[in-house]
């Protein structure tokens, strides 16, 4: 007899899952049981389920393949919420199974119990409770059909702690369905509306992920200038000389400036999300857009395009590279200046000296003049982010693993699923000291799991990006203090080499160093307060005073 549980992990191992994240709990015992019997998969203990969650969330952001994250009934799983709702925003397929009450006790507000599926409704593709374990297999491959689909995210599935032992029933893991083929007439009337433009540009988006050669071979087919939607940097070789920057927080006008003016806006595999279109104003009224998405509940959902097409855009943009060859199209659109604009800003050359502690700039300089350009880069939210957004370049595919949800936390689990999911590349992880003391501690699992990330700290004692709201809005930053932890003795302390550096003398050795040896690895980099971002000081802000 195979129990439900063993035939829930054969499903999930069957369609390429091997990494389950998890803080153990006693109602679904069986399912851990059953992921250590296996050898080729690994059941992965983390020290809090945010961690499990972000893990999940980043392993399949670097591999294309969900991962599992696994917790407890609903103390368990409302810790988990938060990486859920990340790889919602994110569009990331992950799969969450969740332990649950017994069946008799369902509906009385038993220990612990909460309705899964309920609770999770908004924020998962995907949701149900197994009543019964011959349908187990079966539920759960409903789920990974839906967290696979045109817009990818996360399943959710609860099991009563009774219903993991009994007998289950088999089910083959379903095979993701292939999204709709472009007509010929929307890629020929596309092409005419591209062909016929001055200014052109191209928006690529979670959904052309993969695809360098056919996005730069269509860029440069048609003479597309082309922009990063927010957190999306690695859809596109940013060395390219059709690429044009980033749709981030504080995307400084010269940036945007040839897409605000752009008469036809192809976006390709973007839900074009509140940062991307810089708070809803972009693309401007006079462009006319062309919006292609496998996930049909995408096409028109923010902006009304003048075309809307549901397809691959990957495939879209074979399409209309052929169709541009066929016709003999000759660019128009020149984008030099712009290219040459966009390498000044990002070229961290033109650093103000640093003063009290280091500056953010300075540290990305050096990051990037050691570390291979294939490193994975995962970073958590907050101001220091704008510098790793500005002065890295992303010029590999599934190398830049962020939240565009805007998680805290989210850099050191994330650092260390893409180093256990990466065993051979380097991998950055950039985060404040307010996100890294919220799940710093998983340091702990790199250290137990093998993973060997280098963990960069910049440690201000602030709530940076608070502050600066406070200081535009009320003119005094309350409740934003972080205290002078020793961040390198707490990193120590879990098993991880660490430096800590506030001298720019000493930056270039300590990141030498820390690439020598194995392990998780942290650098705190103590920065000065006062740099908020590359053009803002907190102190500007208020006017001068502290």
């Given at each position: ?27 679904f ?88 599926p ?28 839906r ?11 609860a ?15 379903p ?39 056919e ?10 200038g ?55 104003t ?17 096409l028109?959902?923010?902006t ?6 549901h397809?691959?855009?990957?495939a ?18 020149a ?12 070229t961290p ?54 939240p565009?949800?805007?998680?805290m ?30 799940t ?21 004692q602030?709530y ?17 203090d ?45 920065t ?9 000081t ?9």
């Open positions: 007899m195979s129990t439900a549980a063993a035939t829930v992990v054969d499903l999930l191992e069957q369609a390429g899952v091997t990494r389950f994240y998890t803080v153990p709990g006693e109602s015992l069986e399912l851990m049981d059953e992921v250590t019997r296996r050898p080729g998969l690994d059941l992965i203990s983390t020290r809090h389920e945010s961690g499990a969650a972000f893990m999940a969330e980043a392993d399949a952001k670097v591999t294309g393949r969900p991962a599992v994250a696994m917790a407890t009934r609903a103390v368990g799983a409302a810790n988990l919420a938060i990486g859920v709702h990340t790889a919602r925003q994110d569009s990331t397929p992950m799969i969450a199974l969740l332990g649950q009450v017994e069946t008799d006790h369902l509906g009385k507000e038993a220990f612990q119990e909460v309705d899964l309920r609770f999770y409704d908004e924020i998962t593709v995907f949701g149900a409770t197994v009543h019964r374990a011959d349908r187990a297999a079966e539920i759960v491959a409903r789920a990974l059909l967290s696979t689909g045109p817009r990818p995210g996360p399943s959710v599935v099991f009563p702690a009774d219903v993991l032992a009994g007998e289950g029933v088999r089910a083959h893991p095979t993701p369905a292939t999204g709709p083929a472009a007509a010929d007439a929307d890629v020929a009337q596309t092409f005419d509306l591209l062909a016929a433009a001055e200014r052109p540009v191209m928006i690529v988006g979670e959904g052309a992920q993969d695809a360098h050669p996005l730069t071979e269509l860029a440069a087919a048609v003479g597309l082309v922009y990063a939607a927010f957190r999306r940097q690695d859809t596109f070789p940013n060395d390219h000389p059709n690429y044009l920057g980033h749709l981030a927080l504080g995307t400084t006008e010269d940036i945007i400036g040839p897409l605000r003016n752009a008469d036809v806006v192809l976006v390709l595999g973007s839900r074009l999300d509140e940062v991307t279109t810089q708070t809803y972009l693309p401007a009224a006079g462009s006319a857009v062309v919006q292609v998405d496998a996930a049909a509940e995408n028109g959902a923010v009304t395009p003048r075309i809307a097409v397809a691959s855009p990957v879209f943009a074979r399409a209309l590279t052929r169709l541009a060859a066929e016709r003999g199209h000759r660019p128009r659109s984008w030099e200046r712009a290219r040459v604009t966009y390498e000044r800003f990002s050359d033109d650093v103000p000296p640093d003063g009290e502690g280091l500056h953010p700039a300075t540290v990305m300089a050096t990051l990037r003049a050691h570390l291979p350009g294939d490193t994975i880069v995962t970073n958590d939210a907050g101001n220091f982010s704008v510098f790793g957004h500005r002065y890295w370049r992303f010029n590999h595919p599934r190398t830049q693993v962020g565009v949800s805007g998680a936390g989210y850099a050191v689990p994330a650092a260390v699923a893409a180093s256990l999911a990466a065993p051979t590349r380097t991998v950055l992880g950039l985060a404040g000291d307010g996100g890294f003391l919220m710093g501690q998983e340091l702990e699992t790199a250290a137990r799991c093998g993973a060997e990330p280098l963990v960069v700290v910049f440690q201000n602030l940076g990006t608070i502050a600066m709201h406070q200081a535009r809005s009320t003119g005094r930053p309350t409740a934003v972080i205290g002078p932890v020793d961040l390198g003795a707490f990193a120590r302390s879990l098993g991880a080499t660490a430096r800590t550096v506030d001298d720019p003398g000493e930056l270039d050795d300590a990141v030498r160093e820390l690439l020598t040896v194995r392990g998780p690895r942290v650098l705190v980099a103590r000065a307060r006062d740099v908020l971002t590359p053009s803002a907190l102190s500007g802000l208020l006017g001068g005073r502290p």
